[in-house]
Each structure stands twice: as C-alpha cells, then as structure tokens.
Nanobody
C-alpha cells in the first residue's frame, strides 16, 4: 500500500499564490510519476500537471506559465506552486502517484484524499 499525504490548500484571492505538497510513503519499488489532478463542481477531473522522477513535466494548457510542478525524490514528495490564481482554478486538487509495485510485478496508481483550493474574485 501507498499513502499520499497532501497539504497546502486553502482560500486565496485572485492573483494570489498557493503551494501544494504531497508526500508518498509505503511499500513500493519506486515511484514512476507523481502529479496533480483537479475537479471542479459539475466538471470532469482533469490533469493539472505531472512529473517523472527524471524531471519530465506535463502541464494542462490552462495552467502553463502560472503553475510549476517540482519534486524532491529523496523525500518522495511532489510540489505544485500555483501563481496568478484565477477563480476558475477553484477545485479539489488530488495528488496521484504511479508506482512500480514492490515485487516489480507491475504498476499501480494511488490517489490522495484531495485538498480544496478556492480562489475568490
């Protein structure tokens, strides 16, 4: 099992910044990718950004230039720095980790519980 502990959500005014963190722990061989998804009320969940342990990143078009994902492989932690926040960024942000199982039998994705980000206009 893998546990993902998220922190850093909250309420911020438009134009402000927040930093999300997600730490992975548990039994696995290695992490392949960690990232963040978000889901706003009435909308489908969407990928915000993800990063491989090698540092390759992917961003949703809507956050490019405003959000930065980074990781600390030694701490098994991923960060999402969110700048120039907009009301449309309001959503529940969930951390995800794609790991190689401890016995190397395959990959599995794990999810955190989610953290609320609210951007007021």
């Amino acid at each position: 099992q893998v546990q993902l502990v998220e922190s850093g959500g909250g309420l911020v005014q438009a134009g402000g910044s927040l930093r999300l963190s997600c730490a992975a722990s548990g039994s696995y061989y290695r992490i392949i990718t960690m990232g963040w998804y978000r889901q706003a009320p009435g909308k489908q969940r969407e990928l915000v950004a993800d990063i491989t342990t090698g540092g390759t990143t992917t961003y949703a078009d809507s956050v490019k230039g405003r959000f930065t994902i980074s990781n600390d492989n030694a701490k098994n932690t991923v960060y999402l720095q969110m700048n120039s926040l907009k009301p449309e960024d309001t959503a529940v942000y969930s951390c995800t980790a794609d790991v190689l199982r401890f016995d190397r039998s395959g990959q599995r994705a794990y999810w955190g519980q989610g953290t609320q980000v609210t951007v007021s206009s």
